[in-house]
């Protein structure tokens, strides 16, 4: 396709207008505060966008469910622990094996990752309760695999007729002492997006299993790995740069994760998060409890993992540890800029928009710059006012009803077991140094001035920015990937990667070059137009005629 | 081991399903809708259902699937989802501009009570539904039935709109049930050589096997349209293909409008589609012309071909009644057989249809409904097979057991080729066919050894 029109007379403020032309007038209103034009740079404070308010409904959104963020993205890649899903049979067949989650089996041999068990309710459990029926199958998985942990998921109609799937979790968690059993009450209607859901499962996690395992784990330089999902293998890539520097991660919350992993995360001496929206309240309350202080990372870019590394570096203070992270970079880096090389001259210039999740969205902007590619607009499916402006709102943020539905745990400093991982002074001294703790500036700022912010971007203002924009790639999830593309734009998901990855780390960031290459590269967009149809005024006939 | 936790032997479940070879309502309601021309299906429900069906339908498509919802959050789940639904079809309408709007359930707002028609009646009172454009509904809770029953209903949904009286228009109504855009093309195009004017629908063809030109249809040039769906009432006759996916929607044609109804299997396989031709001509009072015979034979030459290959093998199959019904018959024609055959849709009549088709087998087969892959997979411990056929979920059996594995049926999530390439039908017949001896033979080829690895087979 040619790109004659591309970025064009449009400003900022058209392109707003022309995003909320269509709707109705309520409609109109409510988007045009959830659609930003950026003036973060430079400023003290960046505008107030809203985020995580209620989808219209009618309105083709992204977005998916409170059960989805639940099991789907925190749950869904623990491996050793049997998830039920108390509900009819679709919520669990949805959910099986489409995140893209991969999984070891471990030294243990157990992994349910490609299981999906659900009790598949009947209209007569909904009728009578499904308590009974619950309960039956969570002793028939116990006897089938006497599995470490089982745990229970609700869907929408199991907290209408008000099943007690805790009750439940309890009467056979006491009545198995080798089986820890707990459940979430993650029904689908609860919240306004997946982040409520991942809140719910980070909760019953953090009060059922972080602390569970006594004994620490060996390994020098302890961290614990927050917010990634092991998404095409990304947490395989991010183990074996961490094991190369000699850094310990002894849980990663939750990519191919195991039980003992989250049993252990309170002998971490750092966490570090990376997906801040899915979990950044599970940071707080290590620290708060355990004493645990934890930095942002990301390991989505070269730079930005080597980057992070240094960070880790820089907390733990070791020398030793330092020269070998710089090492490790030293050694990971030529072969990555070989890449990044040959790329660069398809690449430079060309622009992206990112529209996912509630952290990736502003991560991949890191590795898109490495390519010298752009990200001319972006917004995140189900984040928080903190996830686009920093986290210095956090305490300004409304609770509204539907947050409200969502447990707060409040958590204290463990009388046995908290332990000051540094001294208000060594913090103090990292701090001075530049070290940041506790701290995300949010997408905004990353982001140029006059470039759109949209939150839950839905199909519809999807299609016009790709008219108007005409960016060189699309990212978002599977449901956008084909409309997209019917545009003649190539779309690439980040959600399951399509058929890709990893992408994190240094080899991630190879493969991500060589994909985005392929795709804003490839020959296939050349050929929307027949010839004939290019000339469709031609009329002369050929000399045999 | 990719299922390493599954014990070869097998113990009884009540409770726990494992691996199911069925899922819910709903996606079957989207899926029927997606094949009215200019339609936009709207799951009634919270936004999860949504998001879930048409994830695992772009999935299988490759193609764009538009479908809005009502976006329940707590407060509708208490107090009713008619605020949601206005909201909803108002917006719809205003922003899409499609024809018609396709509501179906959830098992959300299906246990709250929430009334389709007196929604969409209220909606209508209340000028949200523009002249000339419709809102149609289907109760689809995820607690009865399965994907299947979904479609089914929203196609009984589509025969409703029919009204009674209507003038006769000699055409026939063909219902083809759940099978891909290039089934629906093949239908229409075997109905075309056969000389029979047909309505055919639902009809995805065009619609979610749509060309990729640079532009984006929300709503492709396929799909029956309203007011053909209208005139289905006139129809000299109606054939449903398939007892779950299509009857309901056929004998309600033959009860209230008078068209009369031929339910038979879909038409996979040799005597399934001959039994397709056979009833169509006598419908529609035409002499089959010698295309189709040419067609047939040549399906017939390729199984006497090959026959060698085929003949005795065992095949364990998993999916959806209508299809398998065909399919194991199918097989049976092939001198194949199929000794494990489950469904996760309820419904005894299956097992006795299964029962019937594979009596001549020398062996009993292994045969239920409201099964899941679990069982399937200890059956086959117990009893190995040489083909296993089924959605993509089967990949994981297949690899474990090492066992050729054929990719047919709901979902395809992993290969494509299956919404161009049509498997009913005599040229369906083929290239089930060719793929199944490819796979045997591949096999072949791998395990021989050296000595007797031979170039002519």
Not at chain 1, 115 to 129: L, P, R
Not at chain 1, 239 to 246: E, Y
Not at chain 2, 176 to 198: N, Y
Request: charged share 25%.
């Amino acid at each position: 396709m040619t790109k004659t029109t591309k970025m064009v007379q449009w400003s900022p403020t058209d392109i707003k207008d022309e995003l909320l032309k269509k709707y109705p007038p309520k409609v109109a209103r409510k988007r045009a505060k959830q659609i930003m034009i950026n003036e973060a740079v430079g400023a003290d404070t960046s505008p107030e966008i809203v985020a995580n308010v209620r989808t219209i409904p009618g309105i083709i959104t992204m977005r998916g469910c409170t059960y989805a963020g639940c099991k789907g993205v925190i749950m869904g890649p623990t491996r050793d622990i049997v998830n039920i899903v108390h509900g009819p049979v679709g919520c669990s067949f949805y959910a099986w094996l489409t995140r893209r989650n991969q999984t070891d089996a471990g030294k243990d041999g157990e992994n349910y990752i490609p299981y999906c068990f659900t009790t598949d309710m009947q209209d007569q459990d909904i009728i009578f309760g499904g308590e009974k029926k619950l309960e039956a199958a969570v002793i028939e998985a116990y006897e089938l695999f006497h599995p470490k942990g089982i745990c229970i998921f609700a869907t929408c109609p199991v907290g209408l007729i008000g099943d007690d799937i805790h009750a439940v979790a309890r009467k056979l968690s006491a009545q198995y002492e080798d089986c820890n059993i707990f459940a979430f009450s993650c029904e689908g209607y609860k919240g306004v997006s997946q982040s409520a859901g991942h809140h719910i499962a980070n909760n019953q996690v953090f009060t059922h299993l972080v602390g569970e395992n006594k004994t620490s784990p060996e390994g020098e330089y302890k961290i614990n790995l927050l917010g990634e999902y092991n998404i095409g293998g990304d947490g395989f890539e991010i183990d074996r740069i961490f094991k190369k520097c000699g850094i310990t991660n002894i849980s990663t919350f939750s990519g191919n994760s195991s039980y003992d992993q989250f049993a252990s995360a309170q002998h971490a001496d750092l966490s570090c998060v990376m997906c801040h929206r899915s979990i950044n309240y599970v940071a707080d309350m290590l620290e708060t409890k355990y004493g645990i202080p934890w930095i942002k990372v990301n390991f989505i870019g070269a730079r930005s993992t080597a980057k992070s590394l240094r960070k880790i570096g820089e907390y733990f203070g070791d020398p030793k540890l330092i020269k070998r992270i710089n090492d490790v970079i030293a050694e990971e880096m030529p072969e990555v800029e070989v890449v990044a090389n040959d790329v660069l001259p398809r690449t430079n210039g060309k622009t992206a928009m990112i529209f996912v999740g509630g952290s990736r969205a502003h991560s991949y902007q890191d590795l898109f710059a490495e390519m010298g590619m752009k990200t001319i607009s972006a917004g995140y499916e189900f984040a928080h006012r903190d996830d686009y402006e920093g986290r210095h709102v956090i305490p300004s943020l409304k609770v509204d009803s539907d947050s409200r539905n969502i447990e707060e745990l409040t958590v204290e400093a463990d009388e046995k077991y908290f332990k000051a991982r540094k001294t208000p002074d060594e913090i103090n001294a990292l701090e001075a140094a530049g070290l940041k703790f506790k701290h995300y500036e949010g997408l905004n700022k990353d982001m140029d001035n006059g470039s759109i912010i949209v939150d839950d971007l839905n199909q519809y203002e999807a299609e016009k920015l790709v008219e108007i924009l005409k960016p060189d790639v699309f990212c978002a999830g599977i449901k956008e990937k084909f409309s997209i593309q019917k545009l003649g734009v190539p779309m690439k998901q980040l959600h399951s990667y399509d058929s890709g990855g990893p992408y994190a780390g240094f080899k991630g960031a190879v493969n991500f070059y060589k994909e985005i290459d392929r795709l804003v590269g490839s020959k296939v967009w050349g050929y929307m137009k027949a010839p004939w149809q290019k000339n469709p005024e031609l009329t002369a006939t050929f000399v045999w005629e | 081991m990719l299922l390493r936790h599954t014990p070869t032997e097998i113990t009884e479940r009540k409770s726990l399903m494992i691996n199911p070879a069925k899922t819910c309502q709903p996606i079957g309601a989207m899926y029927a809708a997606l094949g009215i021309h200019g339609c936009l299906p709207h799951s009634h429900g919270s936004q999860g259902c949504c998001a879930y069906h048409r994830s695992t339908l772009t999935r299988h498509y490759k193609e764009p699937i538009s479908a809005a919802t009502s976006s329940f959050t707590e407060g509708a789940s208490v107090f009713g989802g008619q605020a949601n639904l206005l909201q909803a079809i108002d917006n719809i309408f205003t922003v899409y501009e499609p024809e018609v709007i396709a509501v179906h359930t959830t098992c959300l707002s299906e246990t709250i009570g929430d009334d389709l028609k007196q929604i969409a009646h209220k909606a209508e009172k209340e000028g949200k539904i523009p002249e000339g454009k419709f809102v149609i509904g289907a109760p689809t809770p995820s607690y009865v039935g399965s994907h299947v029953t979904g479609f089914s209903n929203m196609v009984k949904a589509m025969a409703q709109l029919a009204t009674p009286g209507t003038k006769k228009n000699g055409k026939v109504n063909v219902i083809p049930g759940w099978v891909e855009p290039s089934d629906m093309e093949e239908i229409k195009r075997l109905a075309s050589v056969v000389g029979v004017d047909i309505t055919l629908f639902p009809d995805t063809s065009g619609v979610l096997n749509a060309p990729l030109t640079g532009e984006y249809k929300m709503f492709p040039d396929g799909g029956v349209t309203m007011k053909e769906l209208k005139d289905t009432g006139g129809a000299i006759g109606t054939l449903a293909l398939g007892e779950w996916c299509s009857a309901d929607a056929a004998r309600w044609l033959d009860s209230k409008c008078k068209v009369p109804c031929t339910i038979l299997d879909m038409p996979f396989g040799l005597n399934a589609t001959d039994r397709f031709i056979d009833v169509l001509r006598t419908v529609a009072g035409v002499t089959v012309p010698e295309a189709i015979d040419v067609e047939r034979g040549q399906l017939v030459d390729m199984i006497s071909d090959m026959h060698q290959y085929f003949y005795g093998k065992k095949v364990a199959i998993y999916g959806d009644p209508d299809q398998l019904i065909s399919m194991c018959e199918f097989l049976r024609a092939l001198d194949m057989q199929p000794v494990h055959v489950i469904t996760g849709t309820p419904g005894k009549e299956f097992e006795r249809r299964i029962k019937e088709i594979t009596a001549d087998m020398p062996c009993e087969v292994n045969v239920k409904a409201k099964s899941d892959m679990f069982q399937l997979h200890q059956w086959i411990k117990n009893e190995p097979v040489d083909l296993l056929i089924g959605n993509s979920y089967g990949k994981y059996i297949a690899r474990d057991e090492d066992i050729p594995f054929l990719r047919w049926g709901f979902p395809i999530l992993d290969r494509q080729g299956h919404q161009y390439f049509p498997t009913v039908g005599y040229k369906g017949g083929l290239r089930l066919l060719e793929k199944i001896l490819g796979l045997l033979l591949d096999r072949k080829d791998r395990d021989e050894p050296e000595e007797s690895f031979e170039l002519v087979l």
